[in-house]
């Protein structure tokens, strides 16, 4: 008889989902940046692509380890854009989805290994 299939890790979902909409975040804080003019089209590219870019790598990572401590190091720079650029509502998005991480690593952790104990028991 096969064994039926290990259920999907809820922190890896929760934290890969965090930071994909992240994704969308810097995406879209790109944009507010280059129409409000406050960085050139090259730095803006190259700074907003790369922690695009590194956002949508981290969220692929997180079924590996140390994916959770790359995906908590990546909560670091949207917020330093959010000061650098003196954007508060970057910042306040920022902080949300930093709460956000902390609350998908920490609840998706219990949700595991409260499956982990139900799937021991019975």
């Known amino acids: ?33 280059f129409g409000l003019d406050l960085v050139g089209p090259r730095s803006l590219a190259l700074g907003g692509g790369a922690l695009a870019l590194s956002l949508a790598v981290a969220a692929g990572l997180q079924g590996r380890p140390g994916g959770i401590v790359v995906g908590s190091a990546l909560q670091v720079p949207l917020l330093a854009a959010g000061i650098w650029l003196s954007m508060p509502m970057l910042v306040v998005v ?20 409260e499956r982990a104990a139900r799937a021991a028991a019975g």
Request: charged share 20%; proline share 8%; glycine share 6%.
């Open 1 to 33: 008889m096969p064994r039926p299939p290990r259920p999907r890790s809820a922190r890896r979902q929760f934290c890969a989902t965090i930071l994909g909409l992240e994704v969308f975040v810097v995406l879209f804080a790109a944009l507010v940046v």
């Open 94 to 113: 920022a902080v949300l989805f930093a709460a956000l991480w902390v609350t998908a690593v920490r609840l998706g952790g219990r949700i595991d290994r």
